[in-house]
């Protein structure tokens, strides 16, 4: 049966499940880049990467790799780092409810308790035609930090149609810290790298990338402030 081991923590497939190897294989894959990226020392200093978006309440950085451009969102939210995960792991399914960025998402198989392929897709914008993604996602918690993250892959099942184009995820990944002076805050942040396919200018998409990261970021500060406001 097909397995990966990623700090301490082993996902191992079911026989019933085999058929998904690739995609388990593809999300532990997603998860050491990322890891990678977040520890690297360049990333902490910011050394390398280009300043995109500057705000008292975001950050945006951006730096070319070689499968492509990734950018850097780095905020403080309102938060538990706990339910912040959980809100865009588990709760999936419900994010275009509140999301506009987002206009469909289904869970499509759970492969183990850290594992899962999502089904998602991004509404059109004037005449930029939706896109949708087929990602295998992994999460793991390390001290106190979450990692979730996940990168695109190939199901039969889910083919392409006329009614979207199916963009690549390269790779994207939220890393939640909680505070360490209020419990109630988080530190996010994401990287994220995407092919959108198509015939937009890179440049185009560059520009635009840093301006969906905020909003996206904003009405999740917003579903943030009701989940904490339920709590008390």
């Known amino acids: ?9 082993v996902d191992k497939l079911e026989p019933g499940k085999e058929k998904y190897a690739k995609a388990l294989k593809a999300a532990g894959e997603s998860f050491l880049e990322s890891y990678k990226i977040f520890n690297d020392p360049d990333y902490e200093s910011r050394k390398g990467w280009k300043v995109e978006i500057d705000t008292p309440e975001v950050r945006i950085h951006s730096k070319q ?37 987002m206009c469909y998402s289904k869970i499509v198989t759970t492969l183990t308790d850290h594992t899962d392929i999502v089904h998602y897709a991004n509404p059109s914008i004037m005449t930029v035609k939706s896109r949708d993604y ?30 979207r184009v199916r963009g690549k995820l390269h790779i994207g990944c939220g890393k939640f810290t909680p505070d360490k002076c209020d419990p109630n805050k988080t530190h996010l942040e994401y990287i994220l790298s995407i092919d959108l396919k198509g015939l937009i200018p890179k440049t185009i998409v560059n520009s635009a990338m840093g301006k969906m990261m905020v909003k996206d970021y904003e009405e999740t500060t917003k579903r943030y402030n009701e989940i904490m406001a339920n709590q008390s």
């Open 1 to 9: 049966m097909t397995s990966i081991d990623i700090q301490g923590v």
């Open 65 to 101: 790799f070689p499968f492509g451009n990734v950018f850097a969102l780095c905020a403080l939210a309102p938060i538990k780092a706990d339910l912040a995960f959980r809100e865009s792991f588990d709760h999936f399914e419900n994010i275009p409810n509140w999301n506009s960025n």
């Open 134 to 163: 087929v990602v295998a996602r992994i999460w793991r918690k390390i001290g106190d930090e979450i990692y979730a993250g996940g990168k695109s892959v190939e199901l039969d099942e889910i083919p392409e149609t006329k009614d």
